[in-house]
């Protein structure tokens, strides 16, 4: 049974700060592109970030040089931390797998965690 458990989200001022995290269990990530994506009320889901097997990264434009994902395989864990939040930032946010070691759409999607920056 393949589950994806994200947390970490919550309430912050701008400028804050947060690091998300996600557990995967069912599977191993070492082989598989993973992500985090967002969606905010009334907007559609966008991607934020991307780190491939061998760990190369992306990002939205939106935040670069704020967001940093980042992967433990050995904890079958994905992180994000979230700097210089802003108010435009809130969103719920999934974590993501794929079904190979780079991108190739998604695979598998957490319930999400809700991050709120005012």
């Known amino acids: 049974h393949v589950q994806l458990v994200e947390s970490g989200g919550g309430s912050v001022q701008a400028g804050g700060s947060l690091r998300l995290s996600c557990v995967l269990s069912?599977?191993?990530?070492?082989?598989?592109?993973m992500g985090w994506f967002r969606q905010a009320p009334g907007k559609e889901r966008e991607g934020v970030a991307l780190?491939?097997?061998?760990?190369?990264?992306s990002y939205a434009d939106s935040v670069k040089g704020r967001f940093t994902i980042s992967r433990d395989n050995a904890k079958n864990t994905l992180y994000m931390q979230l700097n210089n939040l802003r108010p435009e930032d809130t969103a719920m946010y999934y974590c993501?797998?794929?079904?190979?070691?780079?991108?190739?759409?998604?695979?598998?999607w957490g319930r999400g965690t809700q991050v709120t920056v005012s």
């Open positions: 993501v797998t794929s079904i190979s070691g780079t991108w190739a759409g998604p695979n598998r």
């Open positions: 780190i491939d097997r061998n760990s190369p990264t």
């Open positions: 069912g599977y191993t990530i070492s082989s598989r592109c």
